[in-house]
């Protein structure tokens, strides 16, 4: 079986129709979700592209592989999802963006050169690149925020889009009145098309790559489809750019009560500059709409892809996995971007089709255990056909829920942030170690602990599933809030280094050193078989010492 | 300046006469405490050899670099003192024991090998090899405990030893009335001269390759001198054998009060062969008296250093580190070898002497601050002109104690125990993720938390400075293990793994992202200086859309 392993970024839990969105339709969604596991309480480890992705492609929290934010490096030797398949006998490739940052200082001290394959790997978080491109070709005064090869420029280069910088003029831009760039980096151009070809757009784009990568692929291979899209910026060509209106923006789900003595760091995150665009209701009704338009064409865009593998005799033999690697606030909670843990952030779509006959009770279900989406890591290699390292990926397999069974599973989600290198940290004047976030969440109640001294939040779920109040403001709580505490604490003991020795290693070993001679416990042999002390015995041979 | 850094294996922290021990005769030790600093809190980060020697060798706790126990390899890439000081201009050689197991799967997977300068260092725990023996070359059926060449019994063989394993048959072994070979390994030979000219024995050898590396050596270097002494098999050549005799044994410490409804661990630990064989007098009276042999050896031998270093001149630029990496029950607390956290096992001998003017105010002192050996790393680092990479190494330095000043200071000390390898471990019947135990130390309290669903043991040294009453076993002291569960808690949420981005990184990179044209936050441009947008204005040059 092969593994189509779709991230979507930035997209948003409830922006599919089958999640219950009014007046957004995604019938390929939907219809992967009614032929597989639709999984509603689905979280990331991080709630920031980088930091989330890393979790989603080690099978390991962010505390485990410390590469917590955009553009930290992912430490060299860091074991991937590449690493543990190929061991499987899987190909995993990489078809879009990852967001990883390579630890070139570390590959430096290991001699390794990205222009082997080992060092290729470590590059590209243990991906083979069939096409890398993360999708952001921002360029300001200090250069461009990627300094990579952009592949989808080129493309667009080739295609005669004339410009050095083609994803910023044409396909994340409009044209204004003057016909002067319009960029999609002002939100007052949101509801102008892109100045593109639909088709040059970067979904389509990714997913003819997409295409061409199965069309020649052999198996078994997880292929890592990776679109940077409904990310900002927020501009979508025609036909998506008028598809939906201010009529279709659902009021901002935020209450006068979360802006009464905040949490700092919440508070903090109220008062940046994203934030204040989006408490402006003219710009929610110009971004959202167009949020919805990227949306509807990545739902289209899944269409051509499940065509394909249908047309191409692939859908029996392909296990397709929906998810993003977080959501958006769009104004909720009076905030924008993602970042906190409110669930417009931290919660994502998670849909898995199954092709193979064990899944077929499940199908059109939905599952409301608390899926973590470092499970996704351990679901695949027990699809590859192997044993789950469980001394290195913490997530666990997923393929019981779509066999109906009732696995014994965990109790709470973590998820954490490193807001160090933001604003907000600097804002806070806490040191960057300080600068840190957990969530616990156990299906009912909230917890954020915030580093640096700083008090938590709660929020209870059953009697506010909006969270909008925060009860650790009072002092009624504290029962909830130490019982969290100490789900953290069980956690942060966790065992998460040891990846030189597997449980069944360890097993193995128990007792083993008496038979290679280690017997520090001996006063005269007795007490142990004659054949352990062999070598230990005979003449002496010689002497020296007249004792 | 040089640093050599001297480590004893399993030499008990009071077994000094600086330390107190009453009738143990340390002159050099004591003369290189009134050289310098002797720390009278110091503990191990986990009192078992390898663990607690890949703290040293890394300046990270246990559950920070993952090789918890002996034979867990130290994952490849893992940055170690040798990273640190070679970074920083200074040598980092080994000559003795390190007890370190390579990453070999790691290795393979990166494409290292040990035959190149970056593999053997990865094999070797960053150090450069002047000379590398673990020194327990112990043999059973299954064959060696140490698969590698010892070059001490290479040593012995040149010098005419007639045996394979001249370790185990004369360094390690005496001669019964058959003339027979008497194994160091049975407690009843303990009393027996080691059936080797005393300067071919361990402690000698090594130092005699100790001053052979420094006769050679261009620094500024650090070099690890690394003794398996007084570590067992307990067995000394004449005329340390009979130096001590049963009148030089303390009463073992230890209470009938533990053995009343033991922790279960500790229970464990006190049933198995080890503790049943210290239990029985006479094996104490004859494994102390030579244990304090061997001390008294590795003294002599510390008084052999000090003389090469005061006569080739180099006692003014070197810095001499006298430590061990555990302890040895002795009996005390019903227990042999180490393994648990009574001080017996978890504290160690930590004299420093810095020959720098800077530390002539603290000379002949004693300092009772909280000591982890993890602060070696750092101290090394810091004498080596470096700053220390707080976000790789978690120790902190000591010279500000050496200068006789009062940094800001840890309030509690962390030590880690993995026994999943061990009887205990299977006997408990946890899985090995469960069989961990970790102390929490404040200078007063301290608190054994275990995992598994066990309860903690609690002890109060101030009340009960034998370690004999757990506090745990009663009801009355609820809020001082909550206290020190919080200690836990806080330390299981350190930035641990962050190693590929410094503090001062993140902080030089907060809000650089919008000059490198990331904006997602702009309505309509005029929020940020004008030259921040340059790059997505302009005439579109084509239009694509009819919009």
Avoid at 297 to 312: K, P, T
Wanted: charged residues 25%; glycine residues 10%.
């Amino acid at each position: 079986m092969n593994i189509l392993f779709v991230m979507y970024d930035q997209l948003r839990f409830d922006y599919l129709s089958c999640a219950g969105h009014p007046h957004l339709h995604t019938p390929n969604f939907d219809k992967v979700a009614a032929m597989g596991v639709r999984f509603t309480e689905s979280y990331v480890q991080s709630p920031i592209c980088g930091g989330s992705r890393m979790c989603f492609y080690t099978g390991r929290y962010a505390s485990s592989h410390g590469a917590h934010w955009n553009g930290f490096p992912l430490r060299v030797g860091e074991m991937t999802l590449g690493d543990h398949l190929r061991h499987n006998g899987m190909g995993c490739w990489l078809i879009g963006k990852t967001h990883m940052a390579a630890d070139s200082e570390g590959m430096a001290r290991l001699g390794l050169s990205a222009d082997t394959v080992i060092g290729a790997r470590q590059v590209e978080c243990g991906f083979d690149a069939w096409i890398r491109d993360d999708g952001l070709w921002a360029q300001g005064p200090d250069g461009f925020y990627d300094a990579r090869r952009s592949p989808y420029n080129e493309y667009l280069k080739d295609k005669g889009y004339p410009s050095d910088n083609p994803w910023a003029a044409f396909a994340n831009a409009g044209v204004d009145g003057d016909d002067n760039i319009a960029s999609g980096w002002m939100f007052k151009n949101a509801d102008k098309p892109a100045n593109i070809r639909e088709e040059d757009s970067e979904t389509p784009w990714l997913t003819r790559e997409a295409i061409a990568f199965m069309e020649q692929a052999e198996g078994p291979w997880c292929a890592h489809l990776s679109y940077i899209k409904p990310h900002w910026p927020y501009i979508v060509p025609a036909p998506y750019h008028d598809m939906f209106g201010p009529q279709h923006v659902p009021p901002a789900k935020r209450h006068a009560v979360e802006r009464e003595d905040p949490h700092p760091v919440y508070g903090a995150y109220m008062e940046n500059k994203i934030a204040a665009a989006f408490g402006r209701d003219e710009v929610r009704e110009k971004v959202i709409p167009a949020y919805m338009g990227l949306i509807k064409q990545c739902d289209d865009q899944l269409g051509v892809l499940l065509d394909y593998l249908e047309q191409s005799g692939q859908m029996a033999q392909t296990m397709i996995v929906l998810t993003s690697d977080h959501g958006d606030y769009l104004g909720d909670h009076w905030l924008g971007e993602k970042d906190l843990f409110h669930a417009q952030s931290v919660k994502v779509p998670m849909i898995i089709y199954d092709p193979r006959s064990e899944a077929d009770a499940t199908r059109g279900t939905t599952c409301d255990a608390l899926v973590e989406s470092i499970d996704l890591a351990a679901t695949f290699v027990e699809v590859a056909g192997g044993a789950v390292p469980d001394h290195i990926i913490e997530g666990r397999s997923l393929l019981p829920w779509l066999r109906g069974e009732v696995p014994d599973w965990r109790d709470f989600v973590i998820s954490e942030y490193d807001y160090s290198a933001t604003p907000q940290g600097a804002k806070l004047g806490l040191a960057p170690r300080d600068c840190r976030l957990f969530m616990v969440y156990d299906g009912r109640y909230k917890l954020m602990h915030a580093e640096g001294g700083l008090r938590p939040m709660l929020f209870d779920l059953e009697a506010d599933p909006d969270e909008f109040h925060d009860l650790a403001k009072g002092d009624a709580h504290g029962a909830e809030i130490e019982r969290l505490y100490g789900c953290l604490a069980s956690w942060g003991r966790r065992m998460s280094q040891r990846v030189t020795k597997s449980e069944a290693e360890i097993i193995a070993a128990r007792g083993k050193s008496a038979r290679k001679g280690v017997l520090p416990f001996l006063v005269d042999g007795s007490e142990v078989p004659a054949e352990l002390t062999e070598a230990y015995r005979g003449p002496a041979r010689a002497r020296y010492t007249s004792d």
